[in-house]
């Protein structure tokens, strides 16, 4: 039997699927490691962690498949954006990993953006906003304040281009990876030679760009030792891991919409082309489905709340759960069940780390309004999920008025193990709400890609009808409809009636929030 191996690098964990060649999952593993914070807004990985767990999780899942080695065609990598490493000619990591969710470039950020202006770079880039987040900011920082290592790197690798060296001995990223770097022209999909100039560097102290998709190379006998597999094995390059993840829900042409609701809640729609959003307001990425981009618009707290929540106000549940074996969000949710949609009249505003998009407004915050003395728990549960699915609904808006309509949502994340919410989002939406099974979108997408890198299927198209599978469909309901439209109305209503209050509690000018502010969460 041949197989097939996905591999995702994520912030703090690395995972690994083997999949059969005819879609199905034969075993996942995972090895997480913890970032370090040396100092306020840096976040840092020695870079051979994101090597160390490679290597453990591949020996972990082929040991828990019990496959042979070499019955493994391809393997497929994809990983987090923006995290940058320099290496020597030899690909040997010289300083850390700075992590996407380091903020120390801020100074460089602003420079950067007062060169260029947002308009040119979303334009070349498909970025809306200039955050200390994209790689230029923080390639820029390295020349600034530490300008000897800056000279002595030979490379700067993003994290999937640090495993493909490891694999394969070449220097290679993808259009995928590259499309959040502020260093690359998404439409003339190749380096931006202006940013280049400005940072500091030349094409060639960057990877070589390919396609995702394309065969990055092939196992050398070193990497096959230290992973378990055999020398020869194809290696492809799958790009980030929103463009895995939404191949690994099916979400490979326009008319579908996923969204995951985990920590964030972050959406994908399939477009041709860049330029369909005339406010430059949605993030574009270089999809992982051949010839194809992605939008992506992020809200950093989507079941984050509900978190907060169970953490906070919670903590009968908690210990219940704890006594009874049971999940405390279940035991939250079955009290959410029993109030009517609308929550009696009590809307939340789910920003506790602010609003990005479609709002983007930074000094947001999350706000209950409408509480009475008849609301209880299960109403301030229900608020939650209900305002999760509100802002959802408010990007599906965002993204049909970029050219990119739904017609239906394919739902993945720790949030659609919840019918309750589910259905929610549905009634709220007014579209019927798919969710599959799995929920390592990003690995079953990197192994979809690796299947037509090896020939297994023909394309992406046959590879989604092996190995994407419906577990539920959920149908708007219409008797919740009028409830629903009133709270969305009033959701909506309070946040720009709250706007001005959120400006004034941050030191900020009333209407000093722009448009272009957001920040990714992964």
């Not at 453990?56 to 393997?75: F, K």
């Not at 609701?261 to 369909?276: C, I």
């Not at 309509?405 to 739902?411: D, K, L, R």
């Not at 579209?431 to 023909?458: H, K, N, P, S």
Request: proline content about 6%; charged content about 20%.
């Amino acid at each position: 039997m041949a197989t097939l191996l996905g591999l995702d690098i994520g912030t703090t964990a690395v995972k690994a699927g083997l999949f059969a060649d005819d879609g199905r999952l034969l075993a996942i593993a995972g090895e997480e490691y913890r970032l370090g914070t040396p100092a306020p807004d840096r976040t840092e990985l020695d870079p051979e962690r994101y090597w160390e767990g490679t290597c453990a999780a591949v020996r972990r899942v082929v040991a828990a498949a019990a496959v042979e080695p070499g019955s493994i065609e391809a393997v497929a990598v994809s990983s987090q954006g923006e995290t940058v490493i320099p290496v020597d000619p030899d690909g040997r990591a010289i300083g850390p990993a700075i992590v996407w969710l380091d903020n120390r470039a801020a100074a460089e950020a602003r420079s950067l953006e007062a060169r260029f202006g947002l308009d040119r770079i979303y334009d070349v880039t498909g970025i809306p906003s200039v955050v200390p987040t994209w790689t230029a900011c923080k390639l820029l920082w390295w020349r600034t304040n530490d300008p000897d290592l800056f000279a002595r790197t030979d490379r700067f690798l993003l994290v999937e281009d640090f495993i493909l060296h490891r694999l394969t001995g070449r220097f290679v990223t993808d259009a995928g990876i590259q499309c959040t770097s502020m260093l690359f022209d998404i439409v003339e999909r190749r380096w931006w030679p202006e940013m280049l100039d400005v940072v500091g560097i030349d094409e060639r102290r960057l990877a070589e760009p390919m396609a995702p998709g394309e065969v990055a190379g092939r196992l050398t006998a070193t990497a096959g030792e230290a992973l378990g597999l055999a020398e020869g094995t194809l290696v492809i390059a799958a790009g980030m891991d929103q463009g895995a993840g939404a191949v690994g829900v099916g979400n490979v042409a326009p008319g579908i919409v996923s969204e995951s609701t985990g920590g964030a809640l972050t959406l994908q729609a399939t477009v041709q082309s860049h330029g369909g959003d005339e406010s430059r307001q949605t993030p574009v990425y270089i999809h992982s489905a051949p010839g194809r981009y992605l939008y992506c618009p992020v809200c950093p707290t989507g079941g984050m709340a509900l978190t907060w929540f169970r953490d906070t106000l919670g903590l009968d549940e908690v210990e219940r759960a704890r006594r009874e074996g049971r999940n405390a969000y279940d035991l939250l949710t079955e009290r959410a069940a029993s109030v009517p949609a609308g929550s009696d009249g009590l809307v939340m505003l789910p920003h506790l780390a602010g609003a990005f998009s479609p709002e983007y407004d930074p000094a947001a915050r999350g706000v209950f309004y409408g509480f009475g003395l008849g609301h209880g728990q299960g109403h301030f549960v229900r608020a939650i999920l209900e305002a999760v699915a509100f802002m959802l609904r408010r990007n599906i808006e965002l993204l049909a008025r970029a050219g990119a309509p739904a017609a239906e949502i394919h739902s993945h994340g720790g949030g659609a193990r919840s019918p309750l919410w589910n259905q929610i989002k549905a009634d709220v939406c007014g579209m019927d709400v798919i969710t599959l099974q799995g929920e390592d979108a990003a690995v079953r997408g990197d192994a979809m890609l690796a299947g037509v890198a090896a020939g297994a299927f023909r394309d992406l198209d046959e590879a989604g009808r092996a190995m994407v599978t419906v577990q539920d469909r959920y149908r708007p309901d219409p008797t919740t409809h009028e409830a629903y439209e009133a709270a969305y109305r009033t959701y909506r209503d309070l946040f720009e009636a709250l706007r001005p209050l959120f400006a004034v509690s941050a030191g900020q000018p009333t209407g000093s929030a722009r448009k272009h502010d957001m920040n990714p969460s992964r």
